[in-house]
């Protein structure tokens, strides 16, 4: 299913599969459609420049920001942008505006000049971008070996230039790949490192072929489909794993690299879905852990939730759900999976210049966890998505928020697949949060905070709630100043300062809290401290 027919994507960071050092690759292929696709084809980036095709690209591109972009801009603009940023492949190449029309200069020299469409349509103005690159690339040998997306990349980042730091160009092969963490791929379920003897198995994902199939952790991957892959590279071997829904693969796996054996695995490649929330329990207090928004989100949290209820009963206690280092992912996700817990109300209201993109989303279903206490855990790193549900459930009562001020990423990106198999997304509107504040720039304020002062144990927590210093009062956690009001901003702020930690304190406060329903109420303001209050 095309992205921009379901555009409400929000997100701040890409789950990229680099983290400390280490490349993760989740083996398979976009589940947008049920065709398998050659990678090879699809997504060569060494291809060379089409003018035809980069006409179809740039006007597509124009047309999505000229339409949909949250501030009004236009396709001249973006086409001079795209054009001026050519010189980061060659600083020879010079683009000047004359207002009707542009010189192409080189090495200084005045080469053609080029008159200005008479209209604001983006093909029109996509086509002398387009034609102007054509002309470039015969004058210039960085040009000329540059490959398609380098050119395509260099101009579309001039275009991103013009608009907010969160719209962007995603190339053809990480396109993919957030694509395949938003909607799942047909694979085997594996991570992996490349050694030099092959592929080293980092983890074997639940539930999915290759845990069936009964590869581990640690194994090393030699051979796929008989073929040696020690000297290919990470995409190579990919795409010797990747294939259509039901195909088969095999592999040769070396185990125990002490006294290693050989085995041999056929298996046949499933639907995989990024899993985003793990749940454990501990003193009857259910955990759970989101680590981003995909499309599976919500329906894996409810999952969990009922899977705990049926093994605690009358005996869970609460909920904690950890947003710490938490990007985002899709809107939509995040606005059903605050909806599992909210039984009426608003959830988050969208804003911006598109008609569409002006939205009210109100709850409209039971409370799954049947109204026993919630509490949020959330640092500097939880934005966008997670800020919606963090936002959601502080505003309508059913949460305590535990931690440091959020990243504050309160914009939403609508997205659109460009005919190289890139994507482009663009900043469509603003969320606020049910009460009224822009979450954007600012962030959410936990109720309670862990890094004012000297509040380094959760003894120290207890005593400022207990002396009334906490929770922070409503009228802050609230407070909507302007966007351009820097200085009002970074007052609410630095309430409590921003830490990008995910320590066990958070936690321990938490676990003490659902432990104590007193101090729990007394933490979400339902009472004021007392003697009786503060003696359990």
């Not at 049920?34 to 990678?39: F, K, L």
């Not at 009964?214 to 000297?231: A, C, F, Y």
């Not at 459930?393 to 949460?399: E, H, N, P, T, V």
Request: glycine fraction near 8%.
């Amino acid at each position: 299913m095309p992205l921009s027919s379901s555009p409400h994507l929000h997100d701040f960071n890409r789950v990229l599969f680099r983290k400390f050092g280490v490349l993760l690759l989740l083996l398979g292929l976009s589940a947008c459609s049920g065709t398998y696709h050659d990678p090879n084809k699809s997504y060569d980036l060494s291809a060379s420049y089409d003018q035809q095709v980069a006409s179809r690209l740039f006007s597509q591109g124009f047309e999505h920001v000229t339409e949909f972009y949250i501030e009004e801009i236009d396709a001249s603009r973006l086409a001079l942008a795209a054009m001026d940023n050519l010189a980061t492949i060659d600083p020879e190449i010079e683009i000047i505006d004359h207002g009707d029309s542009l010189t192409l200069n080189y090495a200084g020299e005045p080469v053609s000049r080029h008159g200005y469409p008479s209209t604001l349509s983006s093909y029109a103005w996509a086509r002398l971008t387009a034609s102007v690159i054509t002309e470039a690339r015969t004058l210039s040998s960085d040009f000329n070996h540059a490959s398609g997306e380098q050119i395509y990349q260099a101009a579309f980042d001039g275009i991103a230039g013009e608009l907010d730091r969160f719209s962007r160009y995603s190339r053809p092969d990480i396109a993919r790949t957030d694509r395949d963490n938003r909607n799942g791929f047909f694979g085997l379920g594996i991570r992996y490192l490349k050694v030099p003897k092959g592929a080293r198995v980092l983890s074997v994902m639940e539930n999915t072929p290759a845990e069936s199939a009964g590869l581990e952790k640690e194994d090393i991957i030699t051979q796929v489909n008989n073929r040696d892959i020690s000297q290919l590279t990470e995409t190579v071997i990919t795409g010797l794993m990747k294939g259509p829904e039901n195909s088969r693969v095999g592999l040769t796996v070396q185990r125990n690299q002490k006294n290693p054996i050989t085995l041999q695995f056929e298996i046949t490649r499933k639907k995989i879905t990024v899993q985003t929330v793990s749940s454990s329990i501990h003193d009857n207090i259910v955990y759970l852990h989101i680590s981003s928004f995909n499309k599976y989100t919500t329906s894996n949290m409810r999952s969990k939730v009922r899977k705990a209820q049926k093994e605690l009963g009358e005996n869970l206690k609460g909920y904690i759900i950890d947003l710490r280092d938490n990007g985002g992912g899709l809107l939509g996700t995040a606005i059903k999976t605050a909806d599992l817990f909210i039984s009426s109300g608003t959830i988050i209201t969208t804003r911006g210049r598109h008609p569409d993109s002006q939205n009210d989303s109100s709850a409209d279903s039971q409370d799954i966890a049947k109204g026993l206490p919630i509490i949020v855990l959330i640092n500097s790193n939880s934005a966008s998505s997670s800020e919606i549900l963090t936002a959601g459930l502080q505003d309508s009562g059913r949460a305590i928020v535990i931690g440091s001020n959020s990243f504050g990423k309160g914009t939403v990106q609508r997205l659109k697949d460009l005919p190289n198999g890139a994507e482009m997304r663009v900043t469509w509107a603003r969320f606020h949060a049910p009460s009224g504040y822009a979450i954007h720039k600012r962030g959410i304020i936990p109720d309670i905070c862990t890094t004012m002062g000297n509040a380094q144990t959760v003894e120290d927590i207890i005593s400022l709630l207990k002396s009334g210093i906490l929770p922070i009062a409503d009228d802050v956690r609230s407070a909507s100043p302007a966007l351009d009001d820097e200085i009002a901003l970074d007052n609410i702020k630095a309430t409590c300062p921003q830490s990008n930690t995910t320590s066990e304190l958070e936690k321990d406060i938490a676990e003490y809290l659902l432990a104590s329903p007193a101090l729990f109420d007394l933490a979400k303001g339902r009472t004021t401290p007392t003697t009786s209050q503060v003696t359990n």
